[in-house]
T-cell receptor, first 111, second 113 residues
Framework: GQQVMQIPQYQHVQEGEDFTTYCNSS?????IQWYKQRPGGHPVFLIQ???SGEVKKQKRLTFQFGEAKKNSSLHITATQTTDVGTYFC???????????WGLGTSLAVNP | DGGITQSPKYLFRKEGQNVTLSCEQN?????MYWYRQDPGQGLRLIYY???????QKGDIAEGYSVSREKKESFPLTVTSAQKNPTAFYLC????????????FGDGTRLSIL
């Protein structure tokens, strides 16, 4: 079945450095949702990308959807300790009934 | 205040015992989901329901059962057949419209005594 690969699995950065996580698929993605899960918490929806080549920004976060709709990325500029957590991408599979989740990228930020 | 309530927050199971995790939502969402999350792992789908009195198996349904008798409630039973139940269990819901995001409860941590 369809798989969504996310890299890297872990990332440690110094506060103020940038961070990027990538979400890739061998098949065309329907539309990508990004979630953030703080340590000990639950996933919280961040944003959804639908169109090929789409770029959306939320303050220091930039989300991109590839032109071929086979990859997506989340970039954080100048990380802060509040960015700590695991970032998941998920494809809203064509039948719209369930999400196909990546394994997530865990971000640690050293103050 | 609308949301999803999972209870209990922590649960301990004895060998051979069935336990039921509660999930209630007052968001008027049609679809509800149960996920299992192991340390350092992603989310694995156990069961989901699109409508009352109907539900489908997810990727790891063996050893689990669910019911959907009311729109707002989707309890998960971890049966004694689930040999490795220690995990973090997350319930989510979503409205019926296209491309709607999932909203999650705070989760239940289940451990074996």
């Amino acid at each position: 079945g369809q798989q969504v690969m996310q890299i890297p699995q872990y990332q440690h950065v110094q506060e103020g450095e940038d961070f990027t996580t990538y979400c890739n698929s061998s098949t065309t993605l329907s539309n990508i949702q990004w979630y953030k899960q703080r340590p000990g918490g639950h996933p919280v929806f961040l944003i959804q990308l639908v169109k090929s080549g789409e770029v959306k920004k939320q303050k220091r976060l930039t989300f991109q959807f590839g032109e071929a709709k086979k990859n997506s990325s989340l970039h954080i500029t100048a990380t802060q300790t509040t960015d700590v957590g695991t970032y998941f991408c998920a494809d809203n599979a064509g039948n719209n009934r369930k999400l196909i989740w990546g394994l997530g990228t865990s971000l640690a930020v050293n103050p | 205040d609308g949301g999803i309530t999972q209870s209990p927050k922590y649960l301990f199971r004895k060998e051979g015992q069935n336990v039921t995790l509660s999930c209630e939502q007052n968001l008027n969402h049609d679809a509800m989901y149960w996920y299992r999350q192991d340390p350092g792992q992603g989310l694995r789908l156990i069961y989901y329901s699109q409508i009352v009195n109907d539900f489908q198996k997810g990727d790891i349904a063996e050893g689990y059962s669910v019911s959907r008798e009311k729109k707002e409630s989707f309890p998960l039973t971890v049966t004694s057949a689930q040999k490795n139940p220690t995990a973090f269990y997350l319930c989510a819901s979503r409205s019926a419209g296209l491309r709607q995001p999932q909203h999650f409860g705070d989760g239940t941590r289940l451990s074996i005594l």
